[in-house]
């Protein structure tokens, strides 16, 4: 096989079949094909698409690229959650102990925040203690006991994976949803779980910026996943704004203990009870959606949700006094208002500007290298739709420096007050089944 006449064969429009696929990518893997025919055969895929049978072929061969997760030695159905990233994207945190206190294993392998979105395990470590450098078999003994654990990235997960996407990154073929879908799927496959529910943002702070390709994007993934035996659905769900009100380690884990104890916000609540019911469902821990939410519903109410977060973080040597104590979590030395400048209603919260204003305090990473700080962040005092006097608080701004200029005036350009009634934005634009 050589690999100039398969990126003649996909400029001319035609199929590859599975064993020239596995060629390509075993060959870029180790060595022996070089980026630059790999980037004209993305190039000829990002004009010419693929077809499903391919990119269920290419979502195999980058798992088969590296380590896969066996999870098979604990009990149940395994059910994954991944969202497509988003700002103040607090969901993880509330699902993991929710869904696990209705019987459904959750066996989470996360990663770190970059840019203005966060990570999962930097909001983790805002509790003192908790780790995640924990071996493969006590993370397996812990969903076995508890029904949760969490575990950091392997560092050889999908290795053709991480090689393509640098690539894509440089030659302009990021934007191309059979590769989009296909790098995603391929990373959470690796990691193990049997059922796969999706959160695909929409809006300015989401990857996906129009609902269409949104919804391109999320059948494109729920094929791929239901065509290798996993089952797999979407949820589309809104990133024009920031979900609930917190951006910011620390932050969001107190917002998640408050929407776990039945205070949080409404939106985030709702998303977390809508991709919660799925995950049951698909679990087979109830026989229908209506069942599913009334159980996840019911361990809010009778505090059982709240019960296991405390379970997991002391599980993993956090200190799960912050549950009953936030105030125990690390704490910002000044807050901040921003006021408003005029009457009105908000019209725009521009969540990827937004999620770069925290990131700017120090509560997410410019580069990979960066540290960050777990104490400081935003709290949004308003949403889309609200109405605001001149002087009230649209944001309090937590910080550890006292010149906060930048970040205001990053905030006051992607806070947008209209004149005019502004409707809030729709939360769950659509499920995406098979
Ligand atoms: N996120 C991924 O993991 N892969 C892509 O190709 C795009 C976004
Ligand atoms: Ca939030």
Not at 51 to 73: C, F, H, N, P, Y
Not at 204 to 209: D, E, I, L, N, S
Not at 263 to 276: A, F, I, Q, S, V
Not at 370 to 380: C, E, P
Request: glycine share 10%; proline share 2%; aromatic share 4%.
């Amino acid at each position: 096989m050589r690999m100039v006449d398969l990126i003649e064969k996909k400029r001319d429009g035609q199929e590859l079949s599975t064993d020239e696929i596995k060629f390509i990518i075993s060959g870029y893997t180790d060595g022996t094909i070089p980026d630059y025919q790999v980037s004209a055969l993305t190039m000829a895929i990002y004009f010419r698409g693929m077809t499903e049978k391919e990119r269920a072929d290419l979502t195999m061969a980058m798992v088969e690229s590296g380590d896969q997760i066996d999870l098979s030695q604990i009990e149940g159905i395994k059910v994954d959650k991944h969202s497509t990233g988003g700002v103040g994207d607090t969901t993880t945190l509330v699902l993991g102990p929710l869904v696990a206190a209705v019987g459904v294993p959750i066996a989470k392998m996360s990663g770190r925040g970059l840019g203005h979105t966060g990570g999962t395990i930097d909001k983790l470590e805002a509790v003192k203690g908790f780790h995640v450098e924990i071996e493969n078999e006590e993370f397996i003994n812990l969903v076995n006991k508890n029904k949760i654990a969490v575990i950091g990235q392997s560092g050889n997960l999908t290795p053709a994976d991480k090689k393509l996407y640098a690539l894509r990154d440089v030659t302009a073929t990021v934007d191309s949803i059979p590769l989009i879908a296909s790098s995603i799927m391929s990373k959470k496959i690796a990691a193990g779980a049997d059922a796969i529910v999706l959160d695909v943002k929409t809006g300015a702070g989401a990857f996906m910026k129009t609902l269409d390709d949104s919804k391109e994007l999320a059948k494109a993934m729920v094929r791929i996943g239901n065509n290798v035996g996993r089952r797999t659905m979407a949820v589309i769900s809104d990133m024009s704004q920031p979900l609930g009100y917190a951006i910011g380690n620390a932050l969001e884990v107190k917002e998640a203990i408050d929407t776990l104890k039945g205070e949080g916000p409404r939106d985030l609540t709702e998303l977390c009870l809508t991709l919660g019911s799925h995950m049951v469902y698909l679990a087979e821990k109830a026989n229908s959606l209506e069942e599913a939410r009334q159980k996840l519903e019911n361990a809010i109410l009778d505090g059982s949700a709240l019960e296991k977060l405390k379970v997991f973080l002391s599980s993993q040597g956090g200190d799960a006094s912050i549950v009953d104590n936030p105030s125990n979590m690390p704490q910002a030395n000044y807050s901040f208002e921003l006021e408003a400048k005029e009457d009105g209603y908000v019209a725009e919260i521009i969540a990827d500007e937004v999620g770069t204003a925290a990131m700017l305090l120090g509560a997410g990473r410019a580069t990979k290298e960066s540290t960050i700080d777990l104490a400081v962040g935003l709290i949004l005092k308003k949403k889309i739709g609200d109405q605001v006097q001149k002087g009230e608080s649209l944001v309090t701004i937590y910080s550890n420096f006292e010149n906060i200029d930048e970040v205001r005036e990053k905030l006051y350009e992607n806070i947008k007050v209209s004149s005019t009634k502004v409707e809030a934005p729709i939360l769950i634009y659509g499920e995406i089944t098979e």
